[in-house]
């Protein structure tokens, strides 16, 4: 995907989010309202009722105030409505004075006052108001609405949750899609090299009989040829390797391996590998340490991670091995005094391809199959692998194995 439309693509998540969070707040809030409003017309005709049914502006308009007993019964009544009606706030019913400026209270059933806001019903009956006053029935109109809130925040949080998988799923195309092409780059890179130093080597022999007649120089260029087979036999292996393994078919051969003769036979093909290099070992294994699993497989993962600290040392590189025995596993750390990874790079190293990026710089040659290689065949024993690194101070691979193989 081209990176103006993955902008736009990502803009356009974001904004119909935005517009859907806005839409599902406007309709509650529209819901919310038209209840708060019909239950406000409920409880006035509720109180129309009561006041009818006591005839209590009748009493007003004949100049007949109420005794106490007839308010205590007129309050009952209301309350025994606003119960019926499922709506149990905290109320007062009020008869006020008219004839001064200031309404005066002449009866209240609720001394002490009502908690938050306050919807009031006045029916006036001059000289006299009688009043309903009712907490604010938010809480009750919430109450009512729960399911539906409910549910439109899981709509919207389930939305939100699409909508991040959608743009997760494209940043990692968008990644897989980088990778392939460094993929492709680094590999015809790798296999331009050897290719072009085999043909080089193959047509001066072909071309200078001097150099074809004289064994010395002939060994040194069959040597050379040799050595670039070599190195793409290698790389053309790998790469059918991970097509395998990743989909298990190849099987894992348990074996009683003792880990001291394994780490011997890395240190000899990595001092083949590198003679100029001149690598320094340290190395900690016991020579009764043991580890049922796939030899060919163990060499791999160990070659793969002593290759890396090479690769990755600057100088004289220095490889430290470490086997301790932990109950029914075993660990090995791996540990170089290279560059370092980023802590930002440090879970993506094993995926498959992956590559940190340097740019267009090929110091170092690599497909990003080594670390994944790595991974895969841990796993595949029953395993798991942890690495600690700071840049500049190197990293500490550690592979911890099921001593007795893998259940």
Not at 13 to 30: F, I, M, N, P
Not at 180 to 200: F, G, M, S, W
Request: charge should be neutral; glycine fraction near 6%.
């Amino acid at each position: 995907m081209k990176k103006s439309r993955f902008r736009i693509v990502s803009i356009m998540v974001v904004l119909s989010l935005t517009v859907l969070t806005a839409v599902e707040a406007l309709w509650a809030w529209k819901m919310y309202d038209s209840q708060r409003e019909s239950m406000r017309r409920h409880i006035e005709d509720m109180f129309d009722s009561v006041i009818y049914r006591h005839a209590v502006l009748a009493m007003t308009v004949n100049g007949r105030f109420m005794s106490a007993e007839m308010f205590e019964r007129f309050d009952t009544a209301v309350g025994e409505e606003l119960h019926a009606a499922g709506i149990d706030l905290g109320y007062a019913v009020e008869i006020l004075s008219l004839t001064d400026s200031e309404p005066i209270v002449i009866m209240c059933s609720r001394r002490e006052p009502l908690q938050g806001g306050i919807i009031c019903v006045d029916r006036p009956s001059p000289p006299l108001v009688v009043r309903l006053s009712i907490e604010d029935p938010q809480s009750v109109i919430i109450g009512s609405m729960g399911w539906i809130l409910a549910v439109s925040a899981a709509i919207v949080v389930l939305v939100a949750f699409t909508f991040v998988y959608l743009l997760r799923t494209l940043f990692r195309a968008k990644s897989i899609e980088r990778m392939r092409r460094d993929l492709t780059h680094n590999i015809t890179h790798e296999l331009k090299t050897p290719i072009a130093v085999a043909y080089a080597a193959g047509d001066t022999l072909r071309s200078m009989p001097s150099i074809a007649d004289d064994p010395v120089s002939r060994g040194e260029y069959v040597d050379m040829i040799l050595s670039q087979l070599t190195s793409l036999t290698e790389m053309v292996e790998r790469i059918l390797q991970m097509s395998l393994d990743e989909h298990a078919r190849t099987p894992i051969d348990g074996e009683e391996c003792r880990l001291r003769a394994v780490v011997d036979q890395v240190r000899r093909a990595m001092e083949m590998k590198y003679p100029e290099r001149g690598i320094c070992w340290t190395l900690d294994v016991a020579e009764d340490a043991a580890v049922v699993a796939d030899r060919m497989h163990l060499v791999g993962m160990m070659t793969n991670l002593a290759d890396n600290a090479v690769k990755y040392s600057a100088g004289r590189p220095q490889i430290d091995i470490a086997v301790a025995t932990l109950g029914g596993y075993v660990r090995i750390a791996v540990a170089d005094r290279g560059c370092g990874i980023p802590r930002r790079e440090r879970r993506r190293i094993f995926d498959k391809f992956y590559r940190i990026p340097t740019g267009d710089r090929h110091d170092v040659k690599g497909h990003g199959l080594g670390l994944y290689y790595v991974a895969l065949a841990v796993r595949r024993h029953g395993g798991r692998i942890d690495v600690d690194s700071r840049v500049g101070g190197g990293s500490i691979f550690t592979i911890k194995l099921p001593r007795y193989g893998r259940e």
